[in-house]
């Protein structure tokens, strides 16, 4: 055991430990804020149910079954599988006459055409479009070539760098 007895020694000091404990207390706040900073906002997620589907025509669509889609003015995507068509042609530069088959031609043999066919045999079937900015002015063209296969469209806006979304 040490003796600390005796005048012109100093006793032990904690002042070292307690910079220790300061600093590695700091860089841990410092850690966290970076980890929670990076958290929020990295990986943006949205979760759409069904019965929270606004009232289209005056008629709520209870009992009926959503065809969930997203759209971003180049690219028609199926939710949740996430299986897409891609227009490289804008659909505002193809003529109103010839839209209906520009859009079938692009569609067809694919899961999104498969979807697209299957609501349109079923009467309890809608598509919710999920609207990115990008998307918005050509909403009119990709929702009445839907419209004409006599499928009811509910667009839905959504943000533009939403990544991940879930549907149920």
């Avoid at 949740?80 to 569609?107: C, K, M, Q, S, Y």
């Avoid at 697209?116 to 918005?136: K, Q």
């Avoid at 533009?160 to 149920?168: E, G, S, T, Y």
Wanted: aromatic share 6%; net charge negative.
């Amino acid at each position: 055991m040490a003796n600390l007895q005796g005048n012109d020694e100093e006793g032990v000091s904690l002042f070292p430990m307690f910079n220790i404990l300061a600093c590695t207390l700091g860089v841990m706040v410092f850690v966290l804020a970076t980890v929670a900073t990076v958290s929020l906002g990295a990986d943006k997620a949205v979760e759409y149910v069904s019965d929270e589907i606004p009232v289209e025509n005056g008629g709520p669509l209870q009992g009926r079954l959503p065809t969930w889609m997203t759209w971003d003015g180049e690219v028609l995507a199926l939710l949740p599988g996430g299986e897409n068509v891609t227009f490289e042609t804008n659909l505002t530069e193809v003529p109103a006459d010839d839209l209906a088959d520009h859009v079938f031609d692009r569609i067809v043999g694919t899961d999104v055409g498969r979807a697209i066919s299957a609501a349109s045999l079923a009467e309890n079937r809608y598509v919710v479009l999920l609207v990115r900015p990008s998307g918005f002015e050509t909403l009119s063209r990709i929702s009445s070539y839907i419209e004409l296969l006599g499928i009811s469209v509910v667009p839905e806006p959504i943000d533009q760098d939403l990544r991940r979304i879930q549907v149920r």
